[in-house]
């Protein structure tokens, strides 16, 4: 079984991840998830061998996987059944101009969870994508151009040094540095609605077991 706590960003000192009672919020725009985002894998309704599977554990251990995002970017897919129509739908809503992601992508390579309610989970890999093609399909779509992204949000020269011809005004910078920075899990129940959160700053995760 895997388990995610989320927070937005690291804190210095305190009770619960940083967050101490009574004190001064130290983020600019906080929201609920910082001390209270923790949600199970649904391993019971996902076509895909679990993430810690994945990631080479045994599947009759727990663990928790730990990621400071930004937040939650929900979205709902009712009308698209095509496992391709839902993910056209997913990655269109990961195109998202002022989402710091695309400026510091490069940094410490930040992952973004992809969290699939089970129908959407299951008409994707009904139409044939495993893992490694859900998280590929995203990585090759889920891309704003540089003239999109440049003087925006946190851009600064050379940004994408490397990764991408920042000359060419119509290259794709992609949300995340390779597939495998995807972090993909089916999570929640049934109503057609799954989310994407975007690490924040220089955090890469961490996978621990619990039991």
């Excluded at 990585?139 to 925006?152: F, K, M, Q, S, T």
Aim: proline share 7%; hydrophobic share 40%.
């Amino acid at each position: 079984m895997s388990f995610f706590v989320t927070s937005t960003g690291p804190g210095k000192g305190g009770d619960l991840g940083g967050a101490r009672p009574d004190g001064m919020e130290k983020s600019t725009q906080a929201w609920p998830g910082k001390i209270s985002c923790c949600f199970a894998e649904n391993e019971a309704r996902s076509p895909w061998e679990p993430l810690h599977v994945e990631r080479g554990h045994p599947a009759g251990v727990s663990t928790v996987t730990v990621v400071a995002v930004r937040g939650i970017y929900s979205l709902t897919e009712g009308r698209q059944t095509s496992g391709e129509g839902v993910l056209e739908t997913l990655v269109a809503s990961m195109r998202y101009v002022g989402s710091p992601i695309y400026h510091q992508m490069h940094i410490n390579a930040l992952p973004v969870i992809v969290a699939l309610c089970p129908e959407h989970a299951e008409e994707i890999a009904r139409a044939g994508f495993d893992r490694r093609a859900v998280r590929t399909y995203i990585h090759e779509h889920a891309r704003l151009p540089v003239h999109v992204l440049r003087d925006r949000a946190y851009y600064a020269p050379n940004a994408w040094k490397g990764l991408v011809d920042e000359s060419d005004p119509d290259a794709m910078v992609p949300i995340v540095t390779s597939p495998d920075r995807i972090i993909l899990v089916v999570a929640g129940g049934d109503g057609r609605h799954s989310a994407w959160m975007p690490a924040w700053g220089v955090c890469r995760g961490a996978t621990e077991v619990i039991r």
